[in-house]
């Protein structure tokens, strides 16, 4: 089993325990992986493989046969027995239970205010206000005469790398490579997010 996988977001479901309780999941599609590269503990001061999903082979103008991977992630693995690169990976998926670090990009939402941004709660839109969803004064007098660094202001929002841990496995789908996690998990559909297999409480 590979520490990780790398995998693409379909959408959001549900399904059901056997107690009847509905559980909201994202499901993801595993891709086969290929084993890049491999680093070693001799040479890289630790162990590790690159795992890449998507390839697609191309010529150089020299006559170079070449693959390039839609996307790679690195992991660290404690043995490389059995790991050479160039190796396709079946992909295995985790088991259901099993607790997993997912991480993505967000979602990107532009240039936004302080009031979506920030939480700001914004003047009183009365008749005749003229202080609705702006930030209020930020300006400094002479001293010292300009605006502290991370001010919260308006500017763009989401974008960003988000991480979220201990997110369990609901169901698997080992036919179709799908994986159905419990809750939301970042970036829009059909974005690429990498899973790592985090360690279980009893070991």
């Known amino acids: 089993m590979t520490p990780g996988l790398i995998a693409k977001k379909v959408g959001m479901s549900r399904v059901f ?3 009847g309780e509905a559980v909201p999941v994202t499901y993801l599609k595993v891709e086969p992986h290929t084993i890049v590269r491999t680093k070693t503990a001799e040479k890289d001061g630790y162990n590790a493989i690159v795992l890449g999903v998507a390839p697609r082979r191309w010529k150089t103008h020299g006559g170079k046969d070449l693959t390039r991977y839609a996307s790679q992630k690195e992991w660290r ?3 490389l027995e059995g790991m050479e690169a160039g190796t396709a ?3 295995d998926l985790f088991p259901v239970q099993s607790l ?3 991480t993505g990009v967000g979602k990107g939402k532009g240039f ?4 979506r941004r920030h939480h700001f709660r914004g003047g009183p839109r009365s008749h005749g206000s003229h202080f609705k969803r702006e930030p209020g004064s930020v300006g400094m007098r002479a001293h010292p005469g300009r605006i502290f660094k991370g001010h919260r202001m308006a500017g763009r929002m989401g974008g960003e790398t988000v991480t979220i841990r201990h997110r ?3 169901a698997t789908e080992p036919a179709e490579g799908l994986i159905a996690i419990k809750g939301c998990v970042p970036g829009p559909n059909g974005c ?3 899973l790592t297999l985090e360690p279980s409480p009893k070991a």
Do not use: D
């Open 100 to 102: 997993v670090t997912v």
């Open 77 to 79: 693995v404690e043995s």
């Open 192 to 194: 690429r997010v990498y």
């Open 17 to 19: 325990l056997e107690t």
């Open 168 to 170: 369990p496995i609901m």
């Open 89 to 91: 990976l079946a992909a």
């Open 112 to 115: 936004q205010g302080v009031v």
